[in-house]
Structure formats: C-alpha cells, structure tokens
C-alpha cells in the first residue's frame, strides 16, 4: 500500500511539473511577465498548483484540511519546481547523493 501512494505522488509531482513548466514557457514572454526570473515564476506557479492539488485532493477524499496539510505543500512545491526546473534525472541524482551520504555516516 505504501508504494502505490509514493507512485501515485511521483504520478503527480511529474503531471504539476510538466504543467508548470508548459504554463511557463507559455507566459515568461507576457510583457508583465518579463520583468521577473523565470525561476521565481516556476516557483510561484509550483506552490499555486500544489496548493490547489492538496485542497482538490482533501476535498475528494474528506480530508478535513488542517495546519499540517498546508504546511506540506511548501516542500512538495519546491519538489515541483525543482522538477520543472531541473528534471527528473537531476533529482534521482540528488536524492542518491542524499541517500549514499546518509549511508555513510550510519557505518
């Protein structure tokens, strides 16, 4: 059971990814747009789409949205623009480096 929800969340991380960037290259050109860095755009639309995917899924799912569940979505916002920045091969990558060195240090 618990893999099947870390698929379905790399399932939606990936989807938000690829809208955010597709919103992205869509608008960067806007005229008020371009005054910003297109990373801070990437973020904000990240932490927006995120927000509005939890508060979709509590309301699917009769979750009662608390503190908690708001407070989630800034690390998997972030997880999303890192995506949509970056990729989904720089991220595996990252989180092998993160995994090898908590190895590391437990020996």
């Known amino acids: ?22 919103i992205t ?14 990373d801070a755009q990437v973020i904000a639309l990240s932490l927006l789409f995120t927000l509005l995917a939890v508060l979709a899924y509590a309301q699917l799912s009769g979750l009662a949205v608390r503190w908690y ?6 690390p998997l916002g972030l997880l999303v623009s890192f995506v949509a920045m970056y990729g989904w091969a720089t991220a595996r990558d990252l989180w092998q480096r993160l995994a090898l060195r908590e190895g590391e240090e437990h020996d």
């Open 1 to 22: 059971m618990w893999m099947e929800q870390a698929s379905s969340l790399v399932s939606v991380i990936g989807m938000l990814a690829f809208i955010v960037s597709a």
């Open 25 to 38: 290259q869509a608008t960067k050109n806007l005229p008020g747009l371009q005054r910003i860095p297109t």
């Open 69 to 74: 569940l708001i407070a989630a979505v800034l």
